[in-house]
């Protein structure tokens, strides 16, 4: 069961609403829990008692934390945190460590070839933050557990994020305001994350494959243009889920915080992760490197923590040693962007800025796609001419222009243009323009839909890249 399947669109979706509304409000965050069940049951019936597990685990825990039971609040928060990192380490890294321990002593211990639970590095994380929380004094423990599965199980974010605090949603929970407006506004945001994903990911996401499929026969500018077109497909499909679950949360009376805001226009390393996967890199801020003391301490500390926390930052995404680099090349490239280069970066021009922490950013995806070493050695060399392999060829010429269209749509909307027009055209003085402007977006609309269900029935859709981690 996935956002823009058929089902989910025509029969899911609608079912869910209609009941959701229809309900008095006591029985709203009831709804929300049983199908929000019943969506995770869809797709992983087996793993929906690993989060049960998780969600009763921290249930308990927050209350025994703040009732200071036995005077071992701390010891509370600590089993819990334990518990809910052992679930997430044992289905997802397991065979990983079992591997690199086989590698180290040469011993052959067979693999758990445990498929991974959907989405359980999300709800963990969620279900983590609250406990701390709890722990911290930051919010209270909640008493009813239904409203608490509502919170960690809810079915817009709950396989791909973003990662909600308890804070955000606290006052939501228990009183929110459902209207007319929020059905609309939401859904509108649901649809543009449904158009991203499937006529702008899906559709790079082809050149991508098409380009990936055999290394040793590419240019370098082939090489270049197909790992740009995976940082684009990531972005759009990753961007379009967060799109998607805030639209849906907002049609429930949920508003849940940005994930993304126009990474692919920052201006530096630093700079990028605060428009990136903002949920997860606020969440390893306020709970990891924080607490290790962030920049305080001195330099060395400083450097030590950020390679802490770009390390288990990478291996968040994955149990691979290309995740683990890929989590440490950030952290070098922030070490560096602090105590190397920071202050004469700040003098170059922004657009050569921009320019080069592209280049940054599109080298660090080439290094999270692959998991093969090497073969994003031999992509990388290509890349670098480093390979022998011609500039330019016939393939990256028909590539380029055969998606064009989608590559140049990509490019603008990676950018707030849309959004500024959008803004003008909404404050503008002339009833006409505004009158223009709604019928056009309107059309725009239906006509996107009608693509995207189309593309969607000509089986060119394809999961979400982050449903893996």
Sequence with gaps: MVFSSIPFLFYFLPLVTIIYYAVPFRWKNTVLVIFSLIFYALGEPVYILIMLACITINYIAAILVERHWLNFHKLWMIIAVSASLGLLGFYKYSDFFISQF????????????????????????????????????????????IDFTAYVSMFPQLIAGPIVRYTTVINELHKREITFDCFVKGSMRFLRGLFKKVLIADAIGVMWANISADISSLSVASAWLGVTGFTLQLYFDFSAYSDMAIGMGRMLGFYFDENFNYPLTAVSITDFWRRWHISL???????????????????????????????????????????????????????????????????????????????????????????????????????????????????FVWQTVNFLPVLLAACILATPVISLI??????????????????????????????????????????FLYFRF
């Design 422 to 463: 959008r803004k003008k055209t909404d404050a503008s003085s002339d009833e006409n323009i505004r009158k223009i402007a709604g019928i056009s977006v309107c059309a725009g609309y239906v006509l996107l839909f009608v693509l995207s269900v189309a593309a969607i029935v000509n089986n060119s859709y394809s999961p």
């Design 281 to 395: 890199s606020s969440w390893f801020r306020d709970y990891v490197y924080i607490p290790l003391g962030g920049n305080r301490g001195g330099k060395w500390k400083h450097i030590r923590n950020l390679l802490i926390v770009w390390s288990l930052t990478g291996m968040w995404h994955g149990a691979s040693w290309n995740f683990i680099l890929w989590g440490l090349y950030y952290g070098v490239l922030l070490i560096l962007e602090k105590y190397v280069w920071g202050k004469a970066w700040e003098r170059l021009p922004r657009p050569l800025r921009h320019f080069v922490t592209l280049i940054l950013v599109v080298v660090g995806f080439e290094f999270f796609v692959f998991d093969d070493f090497s073969v994003m050695t031999e992509y990388l060399s290509v890349m670098f001419g480093l390979s022998g392999h011609s500039l330019f060829d016939t393939f």
């Design 102 to 145: 086989n590698t180290l002593t040469g011993l052959n211990i067979p693999l758990l070839e445990l498929s991974l639970p959907i989405g359980i590095s999300f709800f963990t994380f969620q279900a983590l933050s609250y406990t701390v929380d709890v722990y911290r004094g930051t919010v209270k423990a909640e008493r009813n557990p």
